[in-house]
């Protein structure tokens, strides 16, 4: 029945919370001197996961054929990336198995902690965005084509801003449809243009720029390239490796391909402060530069890549506190002007035709 059900293919990516629950309990059973095969069948029961339950029991039975935590862990890259199955591996050859699973635990608590503030932090945003989507949507295909017919019987010179309206609700009347649809596709062209091969990072490179959001994703992105390096440094792991580990980490591939090129400068003998200078690296702030230089040149670049790491935390948690009265405002007034426009546009002609009446 195990068996069987390890060969499943996992549908989807098990979450963070899954794997970081996991690596605290493993954490916790080997530090009190379980076997791993024992641990690894208590997880298994405790896991609710039917997706990661798959994944404990393909690594339990690996472990029972005598293959290392390490490598059992390796076969699953939806679950474990390198940066966890090099720090495993370490682990294992250094007998510290218990001390370094808590710091992996740690570690993934941090990158859990930071991706919910900064679903926290795009939360409003994003709710105000599709409310004025759906509003949107509803003046646009219920009530803008009513208002066609409604100001065709005016008798009157319609005001400027009301017939742009009415140019509007026609468009929406007569291809309401087809605009929908164009929308959709047009969505759906965009997605799959911007994931082109060579359009990506170039697409990657652009958002980096952009007011607000730009710096945001970068903070991200620095702070997870600066407290995975220094977690991969400080285990022992040679910094061109670990480089090459912590780029496999990022999601933007503007960071992900110049910190490739980084690692092959390594390779060449120079080191990080110098490679980012003479590459013209921009996305690294001088901060990042500087502090990358003093930890080489004090033989503490480990401390000063977790300094880093937890810097650029707090800057994406100032951020997150400030990005909602920051857009708040925007999106007010953004959607204060529609609104405005379109009551503008509706009461004048009522107001000049009542008028006429009177005279």
Known sequence: MMNNLARFQIIGKPSQLDVLLFTRHLATMVKAGIPITEALDTLVKQTKSSRFKSVVISVLKD????QSLAKSLGKHGEAFDQFYINLIEISEESGSLDENLEFIALQLSKNYALWKKIQT??????????????????????????????????????????????FVANMFKVHGLLIAVGLVVGFGAFQAFVNLGFVKPLW????????????????????????????????????AKGIDISAGTLTNLKFKNDLLKIGRALNKGKNISSAIEEGKYNEFPPLVV???????????????????????????????KNLTTILEPILLIGIGLVVGFVALAIITPIYELTGSIRR
Not at 130 to 152: C, H, K, N, R, W
Not at 204 to 214: Q, R, T
Not at 226 to 238: H, I, Q, Y
Not at 291 to 316: A, R
């Open 63 to 66: 472990v029972e054929n005598g």
């Open 121 to 166: 932090a795009m939360l409003y945003p994003s709710l105000i965005l599709i409310a004025t989507i759906v509003m949107g949507g509803f003046i646009s295909f219920y009530v803008l084509p009513q208002l066609v017919d409604f100001f065709e019987a005016f008798d009157i010179t319609l005001p400027l801003s009301t017939r742009i309206l009415l």
């Open 204 to 239: 990657h490179s652009f958002v980096l720029h952009l007011p607000i959001l730009g710096g945001f994703l970068s903070n991200t992105q620095l702070a997870q390239f600066s407290r995975n390096l220094g977690v991969l440094v400080k285990s022992g792991v040679p910094i």
């Open 290 to 320: 500087r502090m990358i230089e003093v930890g080489e040149k004090t033989g503490k670049l480990d401390e000063s890549l977790l300094y880093l790491g937890d810097f650029y935390e707090e800057e994406i948690e100032n951020i997150s």
